[in-house]
C-alpha cells in the first residue's frame, strides 16, 4: 500500500515536494487555505489586468530547470521565457537613471562611464561570484538539509572560510567608489531578506546570478511556475485541495496521525508544512512546539511589505518592466527596517510593469503596474498610513519618470502586514521569511524535521535553504529526500 502524507500550504516548497513526493510513490494530498494555489506567487485577474501577487523577479533559471529536467521535462514544455533588456533601472533622482543591460560585457561599460577603472574590478568581482554561485548552487544547495554543520565544511568552503567572516556591504565598498554601483551590488542580497552589512560575502553569488544569469520572465507572469508545478504534480497523482485550513495537527504520543481540516479530520502516515513554521507549531499542542516564542522574537525576519498593484488606463514613459528606486538613503530605510523598526522616513521602493513585456497582462493601451516598499515586519498597519505612502510613492514616480499617472490609475489594490498574517498566517506579517544571515545560515535555521513528532516535517523560506523561489523549490527537494530517508 502507498505511504500517505498531507501537506500544508501550496506555496513554491509544498508544489515541489508534492512533486518529489509522488514520483517516489506517495499519494499526496495538498491543503491549501486559500481559494487560489501557489501561496505568496498567486496571482489575480481584476479589470482586465492580471497581477502576480508576489514574486517577480525570475533570477537563478539553472534551478527552476533542474526542478523541470527531475520531472523528465523542461521549462519550456510549460512556458516561453525571455530573458529582459534592459534587466531594470536603477533610479537615483530627475533624469538620473543607470539601466542595466543584459550581459555583463555590455554592463562593464555602463560602470566604466560612472567610474573609471570599475568595470576591471567589476570582472573579477563577478568571476568571485560565478565561483562561489557554483560552489553554492551546484555543490552545497542540494545537499544541504541544514542538520549538521559537518554540511558546510567541504574542500571548496574551507578554502573560503574569509567569505564567511566578512560581509558583503564591506566587500563591495572596497572594490567601488561610486555610491550609486555599490547600491547597485548591494541590492541583489535583498534577496536574501537581510541587510548587506549582516550578509557573508559568500553570498555575493547572488550578484553572479544578476550579472551573469540575468533576469527572466515567463510569458504569462511568475504564475506560471505555479501552473507548472500543479501540472506535473497532477500528473503523478497528486491531489490538491482548495479552501481547506488546517486549524490543529492531531497527535497521538510523539506521532502525528491527521490534520483537522474545515472541522473534519483527515488521517495520514507523514505530515509536511509548507506554512509559516511560526504558524505550524501553533497547530500543535505546547509540549510538542520546538521553538518557543522567545527563540522567534530573537530572530531576524525579511522585511514585510507595503504592496499597490494598479491599473492604468494609459502606457506609460520612461519606465522598464523591473525598476528600483533608490533616490533616497538606503542606509537609513535600512536602518528603519532592522535596527529602529518604524515606517520608513524616505522610503525606497521598487515598482514593475509586467504590462511592457507580456502585452496581455492589461487591456490595450493600458498598463498594469506593482509596487513595493519593503518595511519592517509587525509595524501598525492602517488603510491612512497605505494611503499616505500611496501618495508619496506616485508623486516619486511622477516627478522622477516626468509623466503624470495619477489620473490615469483605473484599478488600485493594496496588501500590508494585516494582509499577509490573515492570508498566510504569516509571523509578524513578514513577506519573504526568515532572513539568513550568518546565524541564521544552515543548521542554525528552524529544521526540516520536527525533533519533537517523528514523522511531522516543514519546509519553505523560514526554513532551509531559506527565502526565495529557487531556495524554496529546492527546499521540496531536500524535505522529501529526508523523508524518504528518515522513513520514521
Ligand atoms: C511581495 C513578494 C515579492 C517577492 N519577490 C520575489 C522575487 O521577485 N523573486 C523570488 O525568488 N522570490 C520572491 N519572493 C519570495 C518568494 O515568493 C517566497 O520565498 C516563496 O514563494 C515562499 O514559498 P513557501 O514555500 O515558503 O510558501 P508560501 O508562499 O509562504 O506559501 C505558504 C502557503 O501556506 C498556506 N497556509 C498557511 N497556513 C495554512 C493553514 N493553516 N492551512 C492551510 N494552508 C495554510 C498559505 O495560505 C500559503 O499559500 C517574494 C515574496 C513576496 C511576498
Redesign the pocket.
Known amino acids: 500500500m502507498k505511504k500517505s502524507i498531507s501537506i500544508?500550504?501550496?506555496?513554491?516548497?509544498?508544489l515541489s515536494a508534492a512533486c518529489y513526493l509522488a514520483k517516489m510513490g506517495y499519494e499526496v494530498n495538498v491543503?491549501?487555505?486559500?481559494a487560489e494555489?501557489?501561496?505568496?506567487?498567486?496571482q489575480f485577474k481584476e479589470n482586465g489586468f492580471t497581477f502576480d501577487?508576489?514574486?517577480?523577479?525570475?533570477?537563478m533559471p539553472d534551478v527552476f530547470e533542474k526542478f523541470f529536467n527531475d520531472f523528465g521535462k523542461k521549462s519550456t514544455d510549460f512556458y516561453n521565457l525571455k530573458k529582459l533588456n534592459p534587466a531594470y533601472h536603477v533610479y537615483f533622482g530627475e533624469n538620473d537613471f543607470i539601466a542595466i543591460p543584459d550581459e555583463l560585457e555590455k554592463i562593464c561599460k555602463v560602470f566604466e562611464k560612472e567610474e573609471k577603472g570599475s568595470s576591471v574590478e567589476l570582472l573579477k568581482f563577478i568571476k568571485m561570484a560565478k565561483d562561489n554561485y557554483k560552489i553554492a548552487v551546484k555543490d552545497m544547495l542540494y545537499k544541504m538539509p541544514g542538520i549538521s554543520p559537518l554540511e558546510l565544511i567541504t574542500l571548496d568552503t574551507t578554502k573560503r572560510v574569509g567569505y564567511f567572516f566578512t560581509n558583503i556591504k564591506k566587500q563591495v565598498h572596497k572594490r567601488f567608489k561610486n555610491p550609486k554601483l555599490r547600491s547597485i551590488l548591494e541590492f541583489p542580497v535583498l534577496?536574501l531578506g537581510a541587510e548587506s552589512s549582516n550578509t557573508p560575502a559568500f553570498y555575493n553569488f547572488m550578484n553572479y546570478a544578476d550579472f551573469g544569469l540575468g533576469t527572466w520572465q515567463p510569458n504569462n507572469g511568475f504564475y506560471d511556475v505555479v501552473k507548472a508545478m500543479i501540472k506535473i504534480g497532477e500528473s503523478l497523482g497528486v491531489r490538491y485541495h482548495n479552501n481547506?485550513?488546517?486549524?490543529q495537527i492531531i497527535t497521538k504520543k510523539k506521532s502525528a496521525v491527521g490534520l483537522m481540516i474545515n472541522d473534519k479530520i483527515v488521517n495520514s502516515q507523514y505530515i509536511l508544512s509548507?506554512?509559516?513554521y511560526n504558524?505550524?507549531e501553533t497547530?500543535l499542542p505546547k509540549s510538542q512546539r520546538q521553538y518557543s516564542k522567545k527563540y522567534w522574537s530573537s530572530k531576524i525576519f525579511a522585511p514585510s511589505?507595503l504592496?499597490f498593484y494598479l491599473g492604468f488606463d494609459k502606457k506609460l514613459q520612461n519606465l522598464a518592466h523591473h525598476n528600483l528606486f533608490f533616490d533616497t538613503d538606503f542606509d537609513l530605510h535600512s536602518k528603519e527596517i532592522y535596527k529602529d523598526p518604524k515606517w520608513p522616513s524616505k522610503p525606497l521602493f521598487y515598482a514593475n510593469f509586467t504590462s511592457m513585456t507580456n502585452s496581455h497582462t492589461a487591456p490595450e493601451g493600458c498598463e498594469n503596474g506593482f509596487i513595493?516598499v519593503p518595511i519592517a515586519p509587525g509595524l501598525e498597519d492602517t488603510e491612512d498610513l497605505r494611503e499616505k505612502y500611496y501618495n508619496i510613492i506616485i508623486n516619486r514616480i511622477e516627478r522622477i519618470t516626468k509623466q503624470k499617472i495619477k489620473k490615469n490609475i483605473i484599478y488600485k489594490k493594496s496588501f500590508c502586514v494585516n494582509d499577509?498574517i490573515s492570508?498566510?498566517?504569516?509571523y509578524k506579517g513578514n513577506?519573504?521569511?526568515l532572513a539568513n544571515t550568518l546565524l541564521q545560515t544552515s543548521f542554525l535555521r528552524p529544521k526540516l524535521k520536527s525533533s519533537k513528532v517523528k514523522n511531522l516535517f516543514f519546509?519553505?523560506?523560514?526554513s532551509v535553504p531559506g527565502?526565495?523561489?529557487?531556495?524554496?523549490i529546492v527546499?521540496?527537494k531536500l524535505v522529501a529526500e529526508l523523508i524518504e530517508k528518515t522513513n520514521p
Open positions: 500544508l500550504g501550496s506555496g513554491f516548497s509544498s491543503f491549501e487555505k486559500n494555489f501557489g501561496g505568496r506567487a498567486r501577487m508576489g514574486p517577480s523577479w525570475y533570477w534577496f481547506s485550513n488546517v486549524t509548507g506554512a509559516d504558524h505550524t497547530l511589505s504592496l513595493l499577509f492570508e498566510y498566517n504569516s513577506a519573504y521569511g519546509s519553505g523560506q523560514l527565502p526565495g523561489v529557487p531556495p524554496s527546499s521540496g
